[in-house]
C-alpha cells in the first residue's frame, strides 16, 4: 500500500517490482490495496483490494509481509504475531512529527505511539533518531538506506530525458527548472509560494516545472509547465535545477548532484505553525529568505557549491541501492 492506499507509486512500488521480476519470489501473491482499486488499470498490477471494505482487514490478516510508506492498518494499530510489518516511510523528516507537531490529530498521534513496525528502513543514523522516537514500539530498525535509490536508477534505465522532454512539450534547449513546493494546511494556502511574476521571471532562463498542489489550467502563468500529476522521478532525469522550501524531496534529488535551492519566504510562520525536525540551515543548501534576490541568484550564472550536495548525501543518505534491496529480500526469505 502506497500513501494509505491513494496511490500505485514510491517505496511500496518499487519493493512490488523487485519481488515481482526476482525468481526467489515467483510463488509469492503479490496484492496492492487501493481506495478506489477501479481507478488503478495498470498491467502488472496482479491483485488488488479495496482498502475501504471491511474485509481489507480478512486480506490484511491473511497476508505474511505488509510492505507500506505510510499507515497499513487504516490508523488502527493492533497486534499482529502472524504478520511482518515492512515500513518505509515516506522521506527523511525535515518537519517537526508527531508530539512536536503543531494541531496533529490525536488519532494520528495514537497510531504513531502504537504501532506495532516490525522493520523500519532508515536513510541513516538521523532519521533512525526521529523515527523511532516517532514509532516507539518498533521492533527492528534497518539504517541500510531507502528504496528511492533504486527507484532512480531503475528510471535512469527506463526513461531517456529526451523522451520525457517530449512528454512534457518542452521543444527548446534552455535548461530545465523543476519547483516542488510544501503543501501548506494552514490558514493561507498560498504563503511562501512563487508569485506568478517571480515564476515568469525564471522562465525568461529556464522551462519551469511546478509540481505542486494549487495551480489549475486557469490559474497557471504562461509558459509554466504544470506537471502535478507526472512521476516525480521521471522530473528528477530532466531537471537541471530542484527549488523547493521545506520539502524533503531534495534529499532524493541530491544523489544526481545538481543544484539545489530553498526559498522560504515564510519561514517564520511555517516554523511557528509546521515547525522543523531540525533547521533547514543544516543541510548546508543555499537559502534564499526574499523572492526577488532568489530570482536574481537563479537568473545570474555563478558556480554552484557542489561540494555541499557530497555533504549532504554523505550525512543523510550515504547507503547504496543494494543495500536496501538485499535487506528487504533477506527480510522475505527467512521469515
Known amino acids: 500500500m502506497s500513501y494509505s492506499g ?8 518499487e519493493a512490488y517490482h523487485l519481488l515481482r521480476e526476482d525468481p526467489d519470489f515467483a510463488d509469492y501473491e503479490l496484492v496492492w490495496a487501493f481506495n478506489r482499486p477501479q481507478d ?28 507500506s510508506n505510510t499507515s497499513i492498518d487504516r490508523l488502527v494499530p493492533f497486534k499482529h504475531p ?3 510489518y ?17 494541531g496533529l490529530a490525536p488519532l494520528v498521534q495514537y497510531w504513531y505511539d502504537h504501532v506495532q513496525i516490525d522493520d523500519l528502513f532508515t536513510y541513516g543514523p538521523y532519521d533512525t533518531e526521529k523515527l523511532t522516537n516517532l514509532f516507539p514500539q518498533t521492533q527492528n530498525v534497518l539504517e541500510v538506506g531507502q528504496l528511492r535509490k533504486n527507484i532512480n536508477l531503475r528510471y535512469d534505465r527506463l526513461y531517456r530525458a529526451k523522451r520525457i522532454k517530449k512528454q512534457l512539450n518542452i521543444k527548446n534547449n534552455k ?24 515564476l515568469q521571471q525564471l522562465t525568461t532562463k529556464y522551462n519551469v516545472i511546478y509540481r505542486g498542489h494549487y495551480f489549475t489550467e486557469d490559474e497557471k502563468p504562461d509558459n509554466l509547465i504544470v506537471a502535478s500529476k507526472f512521476s516525480l522521478y521521471k522530473l528528477f532525469i530532466v531537471a537541471d535545477v530542484l527549488v523547493t522550501d521545506y520539502s524533503s524531496v531534495f534529499f532524493d534529488f541530491a544523489v544526481y548532484q545538481r543544484p539545489i535551492y530553498l526559498i522560504q519566504t515564510d519561514i517564520d510562520s511555517y516554523r511557528q505553525e509546521r515547525g522543523f525536525s531540525f533547521e533547514p540551515s543544516e543541510t548546508g543548501l543555499p537559502i534564499f529568505y526574499k523572492e526577488q534576490v532568489f530570482v536574481q541568484q537563479l537568473l545570474e550564472t555563478k558556480p554552484y557549491p557542489v561540494e555541499k550536495l557530497v555533504q549532504l548525501n554523505q550525512k543523510f543518505n550515504s547507503h547504496a541501492a543494494t543495500e536496501t534491496v538485499q535487506s528487504l529480500k533477506q527480510i522475505i526469505k527467512e521469515n
Open 86 to 102: 515492512i515500513q518505509f516511510w515516506h522521506g527523511i523528516p525535515m518537519k517537526a512529527l508527531g508530539h512536536a507537531e503543531n
Open 6 to 13: 491513494r496511490q500505485y507509486s514510491d517505496t511500496p512500488l
Open 175 to 198: 535548461p530545465v527548472l523543476l519547483y516542488v513546493p510544501t503543501y501548506r494546511s494552514g490558514s493561507d494556502l498560498h504563503s511562501g509560494i512563487l508569485s506568478d511574476q517571480a
Open 82 to 84: 502472524n504478520n511482518i
Open 40 to 67: 488503478f488499470q495498470q498491467s502488472a498490477i496482479r491483485r488488488k483490494v479495496s482498502s475501504n471494505n471491511i474485509s481489507y482487514f480478512y486480506h490484511l490478516l491473511k497476508s505474511k509481509y505488509w510492505i
